[in-house]
């Protein structure tokens, strides 16, 4: 795999498996991960004191790290326990010299820590990380209140997009769960729809779009968030479905 520098000065990497880097290179993967994922999770779920964070894939790290920098930075009083699956454990040994953001630097203890024993914990954030078969991973989980859907695109990995996939997620989920993700893709919509997510659009800071699935009806909308009418779309697009694993 080749580093990449992405536009925010953030390194990335490129995966010759998937044939994609880990991160938008012109959005930047630091700023990818705050505004696609963890600002707009954390504007909805303001009032929770604990978080169980569903980090969907590890990859280089950079939504479960900056979510403890977010934390750090804001000062807020919360507790965050994030589970985090990861197929690739070579990638995970590689983090120990992966160079990066400076903002970072405060938690570096951390990322060692995770890199060394896929494993971190103390008084206020727990992160564990699972090598193997993330949807194997989610069966073994409950009371997850954030998903970040955060795997390679469906072109690709269309084993973590698909509505069975969905199910499984909507199973380890709180009733009031959200879930965040760069896709826009109109089945991916639907494969969350069919598992009961109610589904927005959300236009970042980084100005590109995101999906934001809600288990129950968003009334914080700080965001601004637009939602879709998924009824609608199947019956002017009556061609569009989710993806299936048996497709």
Known sequence: MDYKITNDGSKTLFSSKYNQAFHSIDDGALSEALYKHIIPA??????TKEIN?????????????????????????????????????????????????????CIKHIILEVAKNNYYSDE????????????EYVKKLKNIDIVFQDAFSSDTNKELWTKEYFGEIKKCCNSNAILT????????RFSMYENGFMIYEYQSTIKKR????????????ELGLKWIDMEKKRLNSPNSKSFSDFD
């Open 210 to 221: 995101g999906t934001i699935g809600s288990l129950s009806n968003i009334k914080n909308n």
């Open 124 to 135: 206020n954030f727990t992160i564990e990380m699972f090598i193997g078969d993330a949807r």
């Open 53 to 105: 964070i569903l980090d969907i894939c590890f990859g280089l790290g950079y939504n479960t790290f900056g979510t403890i920098y977010y934390i750090l930075k804001n000062n807020l009083n919360i507790k965050v326990n994030i589970f985090s699956p990861e197929l690739d454990a070579k990638l995970v040994g590689s983090l120990l010299n992966f160079d990066y953001p400076k903002e970072f630097d």
């Open 42 to 47: 954390f504007t909805l779920c303001s009032q």
């Open 181 to 188: 993700t760069y896709s826009i893709a109109t089945p991916v």
